[in-house]
């Protein structure tokens, strides 16, 4: 009878109607465990959209090589790996897992249903937990025309195989988290490392800093680039001291960018979402604005407590997210699903 009465309050793009109790838009690491969760924890018909091909977000994107110290129950464990992981986990529930795609448009119709449409196609669901990472992310550039014009001849932004590198003359450019870690990352099989920071501060966690200036990566602080040489590939850069003018030039075979991304929120903002800079808010309950609809990972701002963007706090927040929806659907549900080594997964 509902399925009924709904089909004449819409226009029924997709045939058959098919109606979900939550999907998730983003299979990054906190996409991925809230499918999980919500399949297998919570017995949630489960959907997962993913704008990329593949899934693990940033983990399988932006460095698959690098190394993770900081998840729980792991001493260290590649990224590619934990999104490996995290994947074969969540699908041992079966969701429905959907690539490339881009939702476009999130509207809650009458009833409380929400319709989302993608660039391909149009989904139903009771509620929608978005776990989107930063957003649709931009790797950040010097805005130097000699430095792009070499882009895949030598300019990098992201490391998709490590061993690329080997025996190579690599130039890292950045002061965070990525460009540290991969400076270490690279140091024993590269050549020679590079590490050029405009600052004398690092933004990098304070272990990795430490580390980092007793190896052997040459550390060039507080120095910019100025200049990328070459013919059909690169061939050295210029960089220079942004206190005392010197310069210098350093051959190498390849530049890494490590100088963050630009994020793009505006969909968030389009669908009527209240936003806290570049994240959408949330309250202790990862509930947005929107009633039905979650926020969990580094998208999510719970403005009455520390933003930290760690993968640990994606994760708790994306259990959090699902059984809040659960009650959401249900109110009978308790918002506890129990412990899972009570239960036959």
Not at 146 to 155: A, C, D, L, P, T
Request: a neutral charge; hydrophobic letters at 45%; one cysteine or more.
């Amino acid at each position: 009878m509902f399925k009924i009465c709904f089909a004449q309050m819409v226009d029924m793009t997709v045939e058959p109607f098919d109606l979900y109790d939550i999907t998730i838009i983003g299979a990054g690491p906190t996409g991925l465990f809230a499918a999980f969760y919500a399949a297998g924890m919570r017995g949630m018909r489960t959907k997962v959209i993913e704008a990329l091909d593949v899934y693990g977000g940033q983990l399988t994107v932006l460095y698959p090589d690098k190394f993770i110290y900081d998840v729980a129950g792991f001493p260290k464990i590649l990224s590619k790996d934990l999104a490996k992981q995290l994947y074969e986990q969540a699908i041992a529930h079966k969701p429905t897992m959907v690539y490339s795609e881009k939702v476009l448009d999130l509207k809650r119709l009458d009833g409380g249903i929400f319709e989302l449409v993608t660039d391909k196609n149009v989904h139903f669901s009771r509620t929608v937990l978005i776990a989107a990472g930063h957003g649709a992310f931009t790797p950040r550039k010097l805005g130097n025309p000699s430095v792009e014009r070499f882009e895949n001849k030598g300019v990098f932004y992201t490391v998709q195989e490590r061993a690329a590198f080997r025996n190579k003359r690599v130039v890292i450019v950045g002061g965070g988290d990525s460009a540290v870690d991969w400076a270490l990352n690279l140091k024993d099989i590269a050549k020679e490392t590079y590490l050029v920071h405009r600052r004398m501060e690092f933004r990098a966690h304070e272990g990795s800093v430490v580390e980092l200036f007793h190896s052997n990566v040459k550390v060039l602080v507080p120095y910019e680039v100025k200049e990328a040489y070459g013919g059909s590939h690169l061939e050295a850069v210029k960089v220079f001291n942004n206190k005392t003018g010197e310069e210098m030039t350093i051959e190498c075979d390849a530049l890494l960018l490590q100088l963050g991304h630009l994020v793009d929120v505006s969909l968030f903002k389009k669908w009527g979402l209240e936003m806290d800079g570049n994240a959408i808010k949330v309250n202790g309950r990862c509930e947005t604005n929107i009633p039905g609809v979650y926020a969990a990972g580094d998208i999510a701002s719970q403005t009455d407590s520390i933003k930290l963007n760690l993968l640990v706090i994606g994760f708790a927040q994306a259990a959090i997210a699902v059984n809040v929806a659960k009650n959401y659907i249900d109110p009978k549900a308790s918002y506890f699903p129990g412990h899972s080594s009570e239960r036959r997964m």
